[in-house]
């Protein structure tokens, strides 16, 4: 068996395209359960953020990338199988791969803290399914402590950011400052949250927040001292603000053309600026061609994040460091576990040299 994964990022494939391969959480189990009955396949994860899609499976030597996307856009109901993924490593390089991952060093924002937890949920949600195996448990666990490593034995973790603080920087682009904005965030979830916070630090004139369960909303305007409405009331609320930031995980768009139109008329010709940070996006998508809408999604992001780096870039050099040396262990510790015979032995434990993972 090796360790295989199988995905699109950002950097190659876009937010339509991402969106097009997605699947909705409520379908994910289903995906995994299928997939694990098919012939070579011993255990799965699926892993979906706003800027990746991938698909961890220990698998049967030799398995390609066309039998994993046959079974991926088979299960979406498609017939293409000429799609190419972005991402396809097997062995050392995979595993190489999703320490990476984990450790925020593959992220747009470089170091971004927030991809560990969302690893964590994609993993311990094929755990509790029991689709997850022994195989991809080892591996899973093994890239969890080399990533707290990482993020403890260099200064990574010293310097801040993720797509929330990139999102304002871009909005503070637009806006200057936020004395004069009343801002609507919706969503609560942990980007949603975070971004709520970062705004109300730079002190807008006022904040709404709308979350699907109000109770949730409303615990968190008191403690953060603004204002939570349901979520039904977005065409009552819409026409009041300036700035409206969504990260929800909602299956389909939650603001319509019509909505932004209808609250546009009655806004004489006042601008609104839309940030959209869901997967998939909250907002529907020709909503940016109205009248004075600007709307911005997480691929908007890229050239602001590639912007800030500087030091981080030096802490990600000594983190590599730090994986290379952890690569061998894991590589003969898989080799146990897998039950890879001696014929094989050789030629995998060849592909966990320090020398051909520097290559990669």
Known sequence: ??????????????????????????????????????????????LS????????????????????ISAWVQFLGRTEETIKPDTFFKGAHAFKHLVEVAAGLDSMVLGEPQVL????????????????????????QQAFRIAKQVRTQTGIARYPVSVSTVALLLLEQIFGDFKEVTALVVGLGEIGEQTAK????????????????????????????????????????LPMVDMVITSTRAPAPILSCAQIKEAMAQRSDKPLVLMDLGFPRDVETGSGNCDNVYLYNVDDLKGIAEKNLGQREREARLAQAIIEKEIAFFGREWIKRAGISENEKWKIEGNFTKSEISGA
């Open 198 to 237: 970062l705004l109300s630090e730079r002190n807008p004139k006022k904040m709404i927040v709308m979350n699907r369960t109000l109770q949730r909303a409303h615990d968190f305007a008191l403690r953060w001292k603004m204002q939570a409405c349901p979520l039904d009331a977005m065409d009552t609320i």
């Open 49 to 68: 953020t706003c800027n990746r899609l991938e698909l961890y499976v220990a698998a049967q030597e030799g398995m390609d990338a066309r039998f994993l």
């Open 1 to 46: 068996m090796e360790l295989t994964v199988l995905g699109f990022h950002f950097r190659n494939s876009s937010l339509e395209r991402r969106e097009a391969l997605g699947i909705v959480p409520e379908r994910v189990p289903d995906f995994l359960q299928t997939l694990i009955q098919r012939d070579g396949i011993q255990g799965a994860v699926f």
């Open 117 to 140: 937890g969302q690893v964590k949920e994609a993993y311990l949600r094929a755990l509790e399914l029991k689709v997850s195996g022994p195989l991809l448990n080892f591996a899973f």
